[in-house]
Every structure is written in C-alpha cells, then in structure tokens.
T-cell receptor
C-alpha cells in the first residue's frame, strides 16, 4: 500500500533551535517525494522535491530508502517558519499525490 | 489574481442536501485535482481531470462527482450530504497531466449540519 506517515501533529521549538519534521513512506517502486507547506492564511505550496536536492529557505530533506524516510530539516528555526508542513509521495503510475497527515511547526520567540 | 480560485469560500448546509463547489485553474493549466481535508483523514486525493477528461480517481465516494468544462473550470458535486462530509475541499491545478507540482486554491469549507 502507498502511504505517507508524519508521526507528529505538532512540533514546537524555540527560535534558533534545530528542526526535524519526520516523514516515513510506504511505496513499492522508486518513490518521488516532496514537502508542501501552508503558511497561515496562505495556500498550500510546494516547498521542495527530493530529486532536486535543493535547499529552500534553509530547509533540506534527504531521501533514505533504507529507512523509507524523507525527513525535513533546518539547522536554525525562524519564527517565519511556523506553518503546516505536509510530506507527499507522488505515484507516477496512478497520477496521485499522496499526502501525510501534516505537522504543524510552531517556532516560539 | 491568475492563481487557482474556488467558490464559495464557505458553505453551510443540511444533511441530505446537494452542493456544487467550483474551481477555476491557473491560466494555462489543463489539469485540475480535487482534495478533501478533514481532521481525522488529512488531505485525501479525490479525483483529477485533464483537459476535460477524467484521468485519476482516488477515494471519491459514489455520492460525489466532478467534471471539467471546455473552459477548463471544474465543479465538484456532493449529494446526499452526511455530517462526515464536513471538510475543507481543495482544488489544485497543473499544466501537465499527472504533475507532482500542483498549485492549490484557498479551499471551500463545507459544514453539514
């Protein structure tokens, strides 16, 4: 079964602290994984994709096929990072984007 | 605003009723996707249309149906509504068929009383 799991509903950290938003997936085949973000009162938007190995707004995510994980990390959290983060798996066969439950990141001053 | 638009923003209705949610994709986008977001289920893919044709189907109930019109706007019809259908319904669009980069609308919040 194709599934994305984000075990934490809420992650609360202080400004300047490291952040790791966990994502695990279940997929038979070569996965394409993404992180989407929804800031307060804004639309859900693509943050980054595993295949490009880029860093956006200081966030990075590495695909670990052995652990079937795609955790989102940032070394020093900023208050403006507070948002809802969704991990998503794209299934090319079905054309479906499968989202995790989402994790709310709260960065306290 | 050339982004994805959805109407209405909020909808309150009673059980057993039927409603229609409307979505206009970004200018030039041919694909439209519908998602349901509820507290217990998270963001669930419902259905995708590409240039007027149904392309992918997710966990869409038989009471729900959708279509995409020649001008590429899409409508999601929800009938025989139940309390459990209360959710935020998102529409997204992309230029290509079956694209992982989807541009989301603001959503329609449906409340069934």
């Amino acid at each position: 079964a194709q599934r994305v799991t984000q075990p934490e509903k809420l992650l609360s950290v202080f400004k300047g602290a490291p952040v790791e938003l966990k994502c695990n997936y279940s997929y038979s085949g070569s996965p394409e994984l993404f992180w989407y973000v929804q800031y307060s009162r804004q639309r859900l938007q693509l943050l980054l994709r595993h295949i490009s190995r880029e860093s956006i707004k200081g966030f990075t995510a590495d695909l670990n096929k052995g652990e079937t994980s795609f955790h989102l990390k940032k070394p020093f959290a900023q208050e403006e990072d507070s948002a809802m983060y969704y991990c998503a798996l794209y299934s090319g066969n079905t054309g479906k984007l499968i989202f995790g439950q989402g994790t709310t990141l709260q960065v306290k001053p | 605003d050339s982004g994805v638009t959805q109407t209405p923003k909020h909808l309150i209705t009673a059980t057993g009723q039927r409603v229609t949610l409307r979505c206009s994709p970004r200018s030039g986008d041919l694909s439209v996707y519908w998602y349901q977001q509820s507290l217990d289920q998270g963001l669930q893919f419902l259905i995708q249309y590409y240039n007027g044709e149904e392309r992918a189907k997710g966990n869409i109930l038989e009471r729900f149906s959708a279509q995409q019109f020649p001008d590429l706007h899409s409508e999601l019809n929800l009938s025989s509504l139940e309390l459990g259908d209360s959710a935020l319904y998102f529409c997204a669009s992309s230029f290509r068929d079956r694209d992982y980069e989807q541009f989301f609308g603001p959503g329609t919040r449906l409340t069934v009383l």
